[in-house]
């Protein structure tokens, strides 16, 4: 941006701290995350009233131009890209838009005086709440922060000039990436323009968000990211042709691929040691005299061995923890903290994720849980039972009380990190409106030639934790509930999951492939990616789910564990069917 414009694009009022413009404005960044211990919470309206429908044609970009300084650059580079530009004149409009670009331009201050008078405020924490694609240039990141470095952490403050580094910065400077953020693909050193007097800083309370960084004196974040939500201080339309590839991936973002992901079922063995076991309809013991705890190898071992092969993520289920307090289960974070080392794809787990009280009686919140997991390196934690039994209470009062581990995590964490696992059973019927639930005509008739089925939703008896792949409880035993699959996904998804695993109880084990009516009833009926899981047997069953199904990732664990069936064969095949696939 001109050096003219940087007088005002950079100068943030000290004297004027978020808080102390309107309690409204505390925040955007506490709005979409909470990492921070909330001290002036959000006081405007709840904007559940604020509807959210994206009706913009895919080549239009909303722009927010909220009237200060020079975005004509910005303007240029949207239309040199090939997308036409719709201003935002009402709050609807943000609200209403495919994917927004905010290039803050002004002082810190002036900026959050129009959002609030405007109505712009409320609707932007609205809209990025709801995970939707947003762009944030130069002060479009600094507004993502919880406040000025006069009120609250310091997160957003004045460089130090003291060290003989010339405030604000004007030039150019090598962007450091620190984590995968998509719109940043292969810019990993190359030099970008910023022009800015104010930066945020990196801490163990934003790191989950921060994509790259810089060197000015100090080491200050370049750019964020949480899901679509993107944000970035320098300015990416003065900055060449890496500029431009950065505007170009987040306006032309890439197709979601197919995903192979490796399933590790961890659970201490009769020793005391963590093991990868794997269920069989629900049994890990071999059937022996001894009747050990089926040992199919180390669980970080295993895991470095899945990511050399190409696995495009890893999960742990943790089945023995689910029955203690997860947060004592030091060996399973220690799991997580040495595989989060040379492993380098995403990392999920599940297992005992939600609400306990110790032996001293200290209660842990769920969200308290699933931050010590965060911690220790994974990338996304995955729930079970709380999730059904959070849906069926919705459903009855259609109200979201924001107490679920769902609600609170996804909250906070985003919903890109909350993953809710359905294990289904079928339960044939004649004729669809026999029950209440919605039911599909079956590809394999029932047992007494019923051509219909519903997908009956269960939870494991005792511990109450259906996780990411197999619950094992302690008599093994499940209870059906009184809600089908589709009404389940559909719920959770409200709710804030931005994850399905679905797991066919009926496959489970039998290695005859994926049941696809179940797994087509769901990606039919949810915006959000839906992995599939249970039953694959052959590298075809994976070609099969990906060609008939709108599911986003397959799921396996056993065939690869007993090396019948290598990633990398599946990866081959899907290659060969003229599936894509990162390889």
């Not at 009233?49 to 722009?63: E, G, Q």
């Not at 590839?245 to 691929?257: E, M």
Request: proline fraction near 3%.
């Amino acid at each position: 941006m001109a050096a003219a414009a940087a007088a005002t694009t950079t100068q943030m009022d000290n004297t004027r701290s978020l808080s102390s413009i309107s309690s409204t404005s505390s925040l955007l960044f506490t709005r979409t995350n909470e990492f921070y211990k909330i001290q002036n919470r959000v006081k405007f309206k709840s904007p559940r009233a604020l509807s959210i429908r994206a009706t913009s044609s895919d080549s239009v970009v909303t722009l927010l131009d909220y009237g200060a300084g020079n975005v004509r650059s910005v303007r240029n580079a949207i239309r040199h890209l090939g997308f036409g530009i719709k201003d935002v004149q009402t709050p609807e409009d943000i609200l209403n838009a495919n994917r927004l670009i905010f290039p803050g331009v002004g002082a810190f201050a002036a900026a959050m005086d129009v959002l609030n008078k405007t109505g712009m405020a409320e609707a932007l924490c609205a809209y990025i709440e709801k995970d939707r694609p947003f762009l944030g240039i130069c002060l479009g990141l600094q507004l993502l922060f919880q406040s000025s470095e006069e009120n609250g952490p310091g997160v957003v403050g004045r460089f130090d000039s003291s060290n003989g580094f010339r405030v604000p910065q004007i030039g150019w400077n090598a962007l450091q990436i620190t984590k995968d953020s998509e719109i940043l693909d292969d810019v990993g050193d190359h030099h970008v323009y910023f022009v800015h007097s104010y930066r945020a800083m990196p801490s163990d309370d934003n790191k989950e968000w921060v994509s790259s960084t810089c060197n000015y004196g100090d080491n200050f974040i370049a750019s964020v990211r949480r899901g679509n939500v993107h944000a970035v201080q320098f300015h990416p339309e003065k900055s060449g042709d890496v500029g431009l590839s950065v505007l170009r991936r987040f306006l032309h973002p890439k197709t979601n691929i197919p995903k192979v992901i490796a399933c590790l079922d961890v659970r201490a063995n009769d020793k005391g040691d963590l093991v990868v076991t794997k269920g069989d309809q629900y049994d890990v013991r071999e059937h022996t005299k001894e009747n050990e705890v089926r040992n199919l190898g180390k669980p970080v071992e295993l895991a470095r061995q899945y990511y050399k092969e190409g696995a495009d993520e890893i999960s742990f289920l943790n089945i023995t923890g689910f029955r203690d307090f997860p947060l004592g289960d030091l060996p399973m974070l220690q799991v997580l903290r040495l595989t989060s080392e040379n492993v380098f794809v995403p990392l999920t787990v599940g297992g005992g994720i939600r609400d306990f009280t110790d032996a001293n009686g200290r209660h842990y919140s769920s969200l308290e849980v699933a931050s010590e997991y965060f911690r220790s390196g994974a990338d996304k934690i995955s729930i079970g039972s709380d999730a059904v039994y959070a849906a069926e209470d919705y459903l009855k009062t259609g109200v979201k009380t924001g107490k679920s581990s769902l609600e609170q995590i996804s909250r906070v964490y985003g919903n890109q990190a909350v993953v809710v696992s359905i294990d289904p059973r079928r339960v044939y019927i004649t004729h669809p409106n026999d029950v209440e639930f919605k039911a599909v005509r079956v590809t394999d008739l029932g047992p007494n030639g019923e051509e219909y089925a519903w997908y009956q939703c269960t939870v494991g008896i005792l511990c109450f934790i259906v996780t990411f792949l197999f619950v094992h409880t302690v008599n093994g035993g499940r209870e059906g509930r009184p809600i089908g699959a589709y009404e389940l996904a559909k719920a959770v998804e409200d709710l804030g999951a931005g994850e399905i695993l679905l797991n066919c109880i009926d496959c489970d084990g039998q290695g005859k492939g994926f049941d696809m009516d179940l797994i087509k009833l769901i990606s039919d009926a949810v915006s959000i990616p839906v992995i599939a899981s249970s039953g694959a047997g052959a590298v075809e069953h994976f070609s099969d789910v990906f060609r008939k199904t709108n599911a986003s990732a397959a799921l396996a664990a056993g065939i690869f564990h007993r090396k019948e069936v290598p990633i990398q064969s599946v990866k081959e095949h899907l290659y060969k069917e003229g599936i894509e696939v990162r390889i």
